[in-house]
């Protein structure tokens, strides 16, 4: 068994079973709802303690190299998690989890003065946010999965309605991509103009999101080995 960053995860002949550990904020989704896409692992059982999906035998992406083609098939794969029908998921509650994040963060000891400096500015970005989408609101590289060449995203549990961007910036920062890699992404999630041209602001506001997000997890999980000096940085951009 082993314990992940919330749960409790093993396997079972070809069963991948989580025990779910409920923060008030996760496994709220109703997994039948996710399964309808063919790209997730599949779902044997879930009941409120615990998830039981196909065992898919292959590696995150932490260490992958996003060539055209691997960062071209997930842009169409996020795509069609943001085409599911939003009413089927949660209501959002990003900036109810930042508050919490805060509280343990606090709660651990940690000094906060930057976070505290920019939560009016935060606060603002997350009240905006829009929430008519299906969101997966965790796409980093250690939730997705290379399949010999096919990518299988896994980890629905903080999945919500919520604001599209949040997830493009979310992989964009999390999978530490240069900018000609985030054009090929961008551009293969969407590539038309009228889109391009109104929302790279947003999108710049939702890197700061998801950088300061990360922060506080870490703080309030004592995981800050999961963030570096970048994550401060894209704070501070102006």
């Known amino acids: 068994m082993q314990k992940g960053y919330t749960n409790k995860t093993y396997i079972e002949s070809d069963k991948f079973i989580k025990e779910k550990k409920h923060n008030g904020f996760n496994h709220k989704v109703n997994y039948e709802v996710v399964n309808k896409l063919n790209f997730v692992p599949k779902l044997v059982e879930q009941t409120n303690k615990k998830i039981i999906t196909k065992f898919i035998n292959a590696e995150n992406t932490i260490k992958i190299e996003w060539t055209k083609d691997l960062l071209e098939q997930i842009a169409f794969k996020i795509r069609k998690v943001h085409l599911l029908d939003y009413r089927d998921f949660p209501k959002r509650n990003l900036k109810k989890r930042v508050i919490y994040y805060m509280k343990k963060a606090k709660e651990n000891g940690y000094d906060l003065t930057l976070i505290n400096k920019y939560w009016n ?4 970005i997350f009240t905006k946010m829009n929430t008519n989408n299906a969101t ?7 939730n997705i999965l290379n399949n ?10 903080y999945s919500t309605r919520g604001d599209k961007h949040f997830d493009l910036a979310y992989f964009i920062i999390k999978s530490k991509l240069n900018p000609k890699q985030e054009k090929i992404f961008l551009n293969s999630y969407d590539s038309t103009e009228e889109y391009q041209t109104w929302f790279e602001d947003w999108l710049e506001n939702n890197k700061k999101a998801v950088s300061y997000i990360t922060i506080l997890w870490a ?7 999961f963030i570096d000096i970048k994550f401060y940085e894209n704070i501070l951009k102006k």
Do not use: C, R, V
């Open 136 to 142: 997966h609101n965790d796409l980093a590289p250690y």
């Open 148 to 157: 010999e060449g096919e990518l299988i995203i896994t980890d629905w549990e």
């Open 121 to 124: 500015k935060m606060s603002k």
């Open 219 to 225: 703080y309030a999980y004592n995981k800050t080995n």
